[in-house]
């Protein structure tokens, strides 16, 4: 039952620790380096209680993850981000405007498969590490580097919401 998953949700600090948040900076950065795009990972324990008893999805709250940190607020409009939310084993993956027309939805859910196969094995830190460097490729390849913005829009560190 989805509620009893975010009551008893792990804790996100415990889940990732220092070195883990560093690992996940460092990759967005390396990314980062070979294209002009802008990505950002943002994760959630569990939801809040409004949300859940709204039925809130977690598409729906990536969506709104995207607007709260403002991923849509790049020069060329190609921010991504890769959302986890542990509760409900579910990831997500939100581009801007500019990458619509060119990236198309299996691609993306080829990236989402690979992190939940992953995920499945217990192996977190490699999941999101996995999705960032395969959405860094797509980035790399519609936005080569120098093609985008000359400051770094978005912040690398993880965004740990809730």
């Not at 959405?135 to 993880?158: I, R």
């Amino acid at each position: 039952m989805r509620i009893w998953r975010h009551l008893f949700a792990p804790s996100l600090h415990r889940t990732f620790s220092e070195a883990r948040l560093q690992a996940i900076t460092d990759a967005i950065a390396a990314g980062e380096r070979r294209h002009g795009g802008q990505v950002i990972f943002a994760v959630e324990a569990d939801l809040p209680w409004m949300a859940l008893w709204q039925g809130v999805t977690p598409r729906q709250r990536a969506e709104h993850a995207f607007a709260q940190l403002r991923t849509w607020d790049t020069e060329q409009n190609n921010g991504v981000l890769v959302y986890l939310l542990l509760a409900d084993h579910a990831i997500e993956l939100i581009a801007d405007r500019g990458l619509r027309g060119r990236v198309g939805e299996t691609q993306w859910q080829a990236i989402c498969e690979h992190m939940q196969g992953l995920l499945r094995a217990d192996d977190l830190q490699q999941a999101v590490l996995l999705a960032i460097a395969e959405v860094s490729d797509v980035l790399a390849g519609h936005y080569p580097p120098g093609s985008g913005s000359k400051d770094d829009a978005l912040p690398n560190t993880p965004q740990l919401l809730g």
